[in-house]
């Protein structure tokens, strides 16, 4: 049962614009949710998180939205630069519990 | 600070071989948890600790063991090798009370052959 699913495996987009990464997930007792960026052959860092009594945070050029009635988050990068292009997983957390339930993760491409 | 170390970086293992997997933390951390990462399914933990002498298992613990004596170490064995443990794994710390936000070592890369 994937509780975290990130249904586009890549994502190309250009310097400068956009980048917008998506996340679902089913599990409605999940209320804290993180994202992380992954280099090839490096460990995954934490990039940035949200609450659920939050649907926004905002970190430098990282924002976070999380929509709960549609058990939806998405992370938008603005504006995307070449350094962002790494695999993005997101991670959903219960409150009550230690285990972070992660996605498959989405490849960022940011093409010069 | 080193942060969190794993060793070896790679690693090729037959069947039916034995073998540790080293991490190490020096941030102080009491929550420390192995992952392993295979395509299409994310990171999935495999056992964690939240002090020494404490240990858990995680959603794959199948296959492996883990130990923990002191703060800094957190071995991780594979008793059997199997073909199906062939993965990237990953340690990760954190504090206790900011274990969501968790601080990755770099991998080994295992091949079971």
């Known amino acids: 049962d994937q509780q975290v699913k990130q249904n586009s495996p890549s994502l190309s987009v250009q310097e400068g614009r956009i980048s917008i990464l998506n996340c679902d997930y089913t599990?409605?007792?999940?209320?804290?949710f993180l994202w992380y960026k992954k280099y090839p052959a490096e460990g995954p860092t934490f990039l940035i998180s949200?609450?659920?009594?939050?649907d926004k945070n905002e970190d430098g050029r990282f924002t976070v939205f999380l929509n709960k009635s549609a058990k939806h988050l998405s992370l938008h990068i603005v504006p995307s630069q070449p350094g962002d292009s790494a695999v993005y997983f997101c991670?959903?957390?219960?409150?009550?519990?230690?285990?972070?339930?992660f996605g498959e993760g989405t490849q960022l491409t940011v093409n010069p | 600070n080193a942060g969190v170390t794993q060793t070896p970086k790679f690693h090729i293992l037959k069947t039916g071989q034995s073998m540790t997997l080293q991490c190490a933390q020096d941030?102080?951390?009491?929550?420390l948890s192995w992952y392993r990462q295979d395509p299409g399914m994310g990171l999935r933990r495999i056992h964690y600790s939240v002090a020494a002498g404490i240990t858990d298992k995680g959603e794959v613990p199948d296959g492996y063991n883990v130990s923990r004596s002191n703060t800094e170490d957190f071995p991780l064995r594979l008793e059997s090798a199997a073909p199906s443990q062939t993965s990237v794994y990953f340690c990760a710390s954190s504090s206790l009370q900011g274990f969501d936000e968790q601080y990755f070592g770099p991998g080994t890369r295992l091949t079971v052959t």
């Open positions: 991670a959903g957390k219960e409150t009550s519990g230690s285990r972070l339930t």
């Open positions: 599990n409605s007792m999940f209320d804290y």
């Open positions: 949200i609450s659920s009594i939050k």
């Open positions: 941030m102080n951390h009491g929550y």
